[in-house]
């Protein structure tokens, strides 16, 4: 008879001891990419639904009233409470709407942390917190409209999103003679896929999407990549140069572009969400309006807001957003 051969006790508890371990240091990792393509499809779900829904609407502005005093204090605003009510709900399903000062109730978190997972701010909850600059209307003297300091409302999805509505009554649309971004922005989306669960980040469960124009609106939601290349070069030269801003993000990844020019203008109007708050630089689009070294594309100030047209052989900072 031959004796069989097992596994001790001893072995067979080392070996689960190692699963376990295993287990341990991959799993979370696991997790986190099922999480993020999760959230990914859901973010481009969610565009197409709110795009689809705005191109019903023939104006974006002028819903809702905003009064101040003297002094520029809000005395009446149900501007964007009043956009969700008599706007946006007739052409896309809601599920519940939260006033001024009551985002917390249709899920929206009090702090999200920000795209470089560094810095945890208040969720904004008026205009000027979203970003101050929007309200910097001096050098807009020229523009049709301004911006007004409305205060966020805020909405529930079918689908569990939780979104806050940043709106702007007096936008305009894309005719005037120069391009500011800040009164071209109509409606601006914060929002979190999943209401107040974590881990309410930027680049995660939290994002945003701008409408632009009053009339005949386009509907953005860039994705940012949280690397800000500080390299200083044009968009494009005979050569093709891997500094060329044309080629730079697709040299740091394949799946890397230049945001096209009102992608980088949502990247302004949302700039302290993703770390260029505290910018003044100026970047370079993919928006080409003549091809070649002498033509012309579209680059975006973040000190001022300004958007220009700037000759292709000019120096401005790269930002990459995905595809």
Known sequence: MKKKKGFTLAEILITLA??????AITLPSLLVNVNEKA???????????????????????????????????????TAAES????????????????????????????????LDAVSEINFP?????????????????????????TKAAAFETV????????????????????????????????????????????????????????????????NPYNINYTLTAPQYTETQSKTD?????????EDLRLPDRDELASLFVNAPLVNLSENTNSYWSGSVISIGTSGLAWAQYFNNGNRTRT?????????????
């Open 83 to 114: 956009f969700i009510l008599d706007a946006l709900s007739k052409v896309y399903k809601i599920n519940n709407v939260c006033g001024p000062d009551k985002l917390s109730s249709c899920g929206i978190p009090s702090k999200i942390t920000t």
């Open 39 to 77: 959230w990914d499809a859901q973010k481009k779900a969610l565009h197409a639904r709110l795009a689809q829904a705005i191109g019903q609407m023939n104006t974006l502005g002028g819903y809702g009233t905003f009064e101040t005093d003297d002094d520029g204090v809000a005395t009446t605003d």
């Open 125 to 149: 909850t008026k205009m000027s917190e979203l970003n101050a600059k929007l309200l910097n209307g001096n050098h807009m003297a020229n523009e049709d409209g301004n911006v007004a300091d």
């Open 245 to 253: 801003a044309s080629t730079v993000c697709k040299t740091m990844g």
């Open 159 to 222: 689908n569990g999103e939780s979104i806050a509505v940043f709106y702007n009554p007096l936008c305009s649309s894309d005719t005037s003679a120069t391009h500011y971004a800040q009164n071209k922005m109509c409606v601006n989306f914060v929002y979190d896929l999943n209401g107040s669960e974590g881990p309410n980040q930027v680049g995660k469960d939290v994002g945003f999407i701008t409408a632009f124009y009053n009339k005949n609106p386009l509907v953005t939601a860039p």
């Open 311 to 323: 000759n292709r052989s000019s120096g401005h900072h790269i930002y990459c957003v995905t595809r």
């Open 18 to 23: 190692i699963i376990g371990i295993v287990a």
